[in-house]
């Protein structure tokens, strides 16, 4: 069974930084990246990556994130400084197979107070 495993959140002051982790485990995927889904919002694009390094940022999201990954680890990051209360969300890791197939984390909570 394929599963990613999120960590790394939790609640930090505003300008604030975190990292969050995700590893996945039993294959490597394309394409990992990093979404969000706020109370009441959809959920979006942060930034996701190839396995060789290509990364692909929503335009919103750059500047202050900063996506990489690990193809030794299976594993995918996320720096994330400056942190405002506005991106209090839920953060989701994702992994999409070459074939399209994708597979989601369980979230971990980002809470940012002013």
């Known amino acids: 069974q394929v599963e990613l495993v999120e960590s790394g959140g939790g609640l930090v002051q505003a300008g604030g930084s975190l990292r969050l982790s995700c590893a996945a485990s039993r294959f490597t995927f394309s394409i990992m990246g990093w979404y969000r889904q706020a109370p009441g919002k959809q959920r979006e694009l942060i930034a996701d990556?190839?396995?060789?390094?290509?990364?692909n940022y929503a335009d919103s999201m750059k500047g202050r994130f900063t996506i990489s990954r690990d193809n030794s680890k299976n594993s995918v990051y996320l720096q994330m400084n400056g942190l405002k209360p506005e991106d209090t969300a839920v953060y989701y890791c994702?992994?999409?197979?070459?074939?399209?197939?994708?597979?989601w984390g369980q979230g971990t909570q980002v809470t940012v107070t002013v």
């Open positions: 994702n992994g999409r197979a070459s074939w399209g197939t994708e597979y």
């Open positions: 990556i190839s396995r060789g390094g290509v990364t």
